[in-house]
């Protein structure tokens, strides 16, 4: 059986290094290109030295045009711009794509959803596989309990992360939106701050903590009178999303086009 071959976007940066790292030794699939943006240090370097691995034969370049063409399955957590870039791309030349970037808004999601009409993508805001189980069990807890607890979501990343709050803490919110037979965008509070009142029953607070080198810490409360049940993902290295990027990149070659998540991928739907 012939491997799968992937190109990973952002190569030289935090998590296109891991990726790289989680590609080595795989089965079943193998990096064959890598693509850095114009300027950035590590273009022309090689990939595996670059992620601190070994030689891997594969330079990173900078025109994903052309680097495209060789691959089955593009690898992209890179920023909205570029990513919906290499959308454009991937549907042009056919190729599948698994899409880590955070921070889309709606308009920049309804063109991966009109791009997922002719090619499979795989969209997450989080590949963790622990993570992606919290989806589900969220839910659950959420119908419940009802609206007798109210519920808040603190989530902490490293400094360096520009978008807030989270994919994931949003994700969780959204999650638990539904199961309470909520509408998020009335009833998320991004924060609080002043005089703002006495808490309302249906609002979802979420909370943004930025500092240092934290991969990731997402906590869901649930509070009730007399009791509370927190639920709690931390995140130890980015290996974590890398492994499920590459469990996503596989699962997806040959599949018919659509938007898929991780709850696909892991089967949990």
């Known amino acids: 059986m012939e491997r799968i071959r992937a190109i990973v976007a952002g190569a030289g940066g935090r998590m296109g290094q891991r990726i790289i790292v989680a590609l080595d030794g795989q089965q079943g699939i193998a990096l064959c290109g890598a693509c850095e943006r114009s300027g950035h240090p590590s273009l022309g370097c090689d990939a595996g030295i670059a992620a601190g691995i070994h030689v891997e034969d594969v330079l990173i370049e900078e025109r994903m045009e052309s680097i495209l063409s060789r691959g089955d399955v593009l690898i992209d957590f890179t920023a909205p711009e570029a990513s919906l870039r290499h959308v454009e791309l991937a549907v042009q030349q056919g190729k599948a794509l698994v899409l880590g970037t955070t921070g889309l808004d709606a308009a920049q999601v309804a063109i991966l959803e009109k791009a997922a009409r ?13 993570v992606n189980l919290l989806f589900k069990v969220l839910g659950d807890v959420a119908a419940v309990l009802g609206d007798s607890y109210d519920v808040e979501i603190v989530e902490a990343h490293h400094r360096f992360k520009k978008d807030a709050p989270s994919g994931t ?17 009335k009833v998320a509070v991004p924060g609080r701050t002043g005089l703002v009142g006495e808490r309302t029953t249906e609002e979802i607070g979420i909370f943004a903590v930025r500092g240092g080198d934290i991969v990731g810490d997402h906590t869901v409360m649930f509070a009730g009178l007399g009791e509370r049940i927190e639920i709690t993902h931390r995140a130890h290295s980015r290996d974590t999303f890398a492994r499920g990027a590459v469990r996503a990149a596989k699962w997806v070659v040959g599949r018919v086009p659509g938007l898929y998540d991780m709850m696909d991928v892991l089967g949990l739907k």
């Open 118 to 130: 002719k090619i499979p993508i795989v969209y997450a805001p989080n590949m963790s596989v622990g």
């Open 169 to 185: 803490a949003k994700k969780m919110a959204q999650v638990i939106a539904e199961a309470l037979r909520r509408d998020l965008d």
